[in-house]
């Protein structure tokens, strides 16, 4: 997930686990100029680790690189969503908390930026069922006011009510956030549908956008706090223009 630098020649590494899910371990070594371990430890690589239990970190022993995902640390875009990913998973889960929905999840949505896959589709995809497994999916398809069926028309969104508000009730929440019918199909498509259907979504820019604000409304209220890599990915999307 990331690295830090630790000791003269070490560095403390952030890795989310098959097995054990989010730990935080020590590369010895690997800054050094000859480390075989360096380039299997990079941030955005899967690999296959050997781990001894110490008395305040993990210790990796070996390493072995599965996939380097080496497009996504091409261009500062590209890092950006890489990076974005990260933080959310970082943000949303505990130490030594196993989850392997979650551990396929990171490594599939990895897997598709590499590639070359659409970068919007595939970020507000994994949002959406990263939501789901951390116990946070957002009600979609009736109102979390009067549980009224949604209609086809503007709704609201209310991020402390879980979901959509329908006209009538959302109007009466202050916070509750307008949300349009084109965004609320898409979403509501990525919250049932594979990522293969999903991926066909032919998503109007003013409605990737719509997406892009909402959820960054509803992931702030979530974690109660901003997220950092948001802001460094607009900045670098507008610089690339």
Known sequence: MRHRPWGEADRLLSIYTRELGKIQAIAKGVRKPRSRKAGHVEPFTRSSLLLARGRSFYILTQAEAIALHIALREDLVSIGYASYIIELLDRFTFDEEE???????????????????DPEIVIHYYEIRLLDQVGFRPKLFSCG??????????????????????????????????????????????????????????????IMAEIERLMNYYLTYLLERGLNSPSFLRRVRKDKQ
Do not use: W
């Open 145 to 206: 006011g009067c549980e009224g069926e949604i209609r086809p028309e503007d709704q609201f969104f209310s991020a402390a009510g879980g979901g959509v508000l329908c006209p009538k009730c959302g109007g009466t929440v202050p916070e509750a956030y307008p949300v349009s019918m084109q965004a609320l199909k898409y979403l509501r498509h990525f919250q049932r549908s594979s990522y293969q259907d999903a991926v066909r979504a032919n998503i109007e820019p003013a």
């Open 99 to 117: 989850n392997r929905a979650l551990y396929r999840l990171l490594g599939n949505s990895l897997t598709r930026l590499n590639r070359g896959d």
